[in-house]
């Protein structure tokens, strides 16, 4: 379980961090981060908001996908991977159903690795 002040909860936040920033995904998942350091109104730790939609599978199954990748996203924030100023949007795929869980979690390692690379792109 996340903290509440880790949470995405407004939908205008989980806009902002899909349209205004970076991408990077694989054939499981896709991560959206965003960069709010600019943004002076919104202080504290990574803040995360899932996207698992009826493609992925029934109830079961999706709810089986948030709990994983629920639980990847409090790890790297623990793990001090995720970056303290930014808002990430963790997408799931339909393929993301049949994954094995340590695929998964390699492909959202290499999803954030490759995010945080973007951001520090964009930003130069």
């Given at each position: 379980m996340l903290?509440?002040?880790?949470?995405?909860?407004?939908?205008?936040?989980?806009?902002?961090a899909v349209k205004n920033g970076v991408r990077a995904g694989s054939h499981v998942l896709v991560v959206h981060a965003y960069d709010r350091s600019t943004d002076i109104a919104?202080?504290?730790?990574?803040r995360?908001?899932?996207?698992?939609?009826?493609?992925v599978g029934n109830a079961v199954v999706r709810h089986r996908t948030s709990r994983r990748l629920r639980?990847?996203?409090y790890t790297a924030m623990q793990g001090g991977t995720m970056r303290?100023?930014?808002?990430?949007?963790?997408?799931?795929?339909?393929?993301?159903?049949?994954?094995?869980?340590?695929?998964?979690?390699?492909?959202?390692?290499?999803?954030?690795?490759k995010a945080h690379k973007r951001l520090d792109e964009h930003q130069a």
């Open positions: 903290p509440r002040p880790n949470k995405l909860t407004r939908s205008d936040d989980f806009r902002k919104r202080e504290g730790g990574p995360t908001g899932l996207v698992v939609s009826k493609a639980h990847l996203a303290r100023t930014c808002d990430y949007v963790i997408r799931a795929l339909p393929a993301i159903a049949t994954a094995e869980p340590k695929e998964v979690a390699r492909e959202f390692d290499r999803a954030l690795a």
